[in-house]
């Protein structure tokens, strides 16, 4: 689980990863999730409740991938993680 951490290096050597965003996040908080080989193994990053772009999980497939993704309110649909830069 992330906690007020703005950065989590994943090293899933040998098995799958779920990566756990924070409960109750501040309006703004950013956070990175960094797959951190080029393996086949998948993070799953979980929002925890709230929404990644719309939907509970966002799953990072590729070679040293990453997904930045900030806590934020948009067009009255509530407050949700939305995804600012990604190599999924």
């Known amino acids: 689980t992330v906690a007020n951490e703005q ?3 994943v090293y899933p050597n040998g098995s799958d990863r779920v990566i756990t965003l924070p409960a109750s996040p501040t309006v703004g908080q950013t956070v990175t999730v960094k797959k951190c080989i080029p393996f086949g ?7 925890n409740g709230h929404n990644i772009d719309g939907g509970s999980t966002v799953t990072i497939t ?3 991938g990453y997904v930045t993704v900030v806590f934020a309110s948009s067009n009255g649909t509530g407050a949700q993680w939305w995804i600012t830069a990604a190599s999924l």
């Open 7 to 9: 950065l989590a290096l």
């Open 41 to 47: 193994q998948t993070v799953t990053v979980n929002g």
């Open 62 to 64: 590729s070679a040293w």
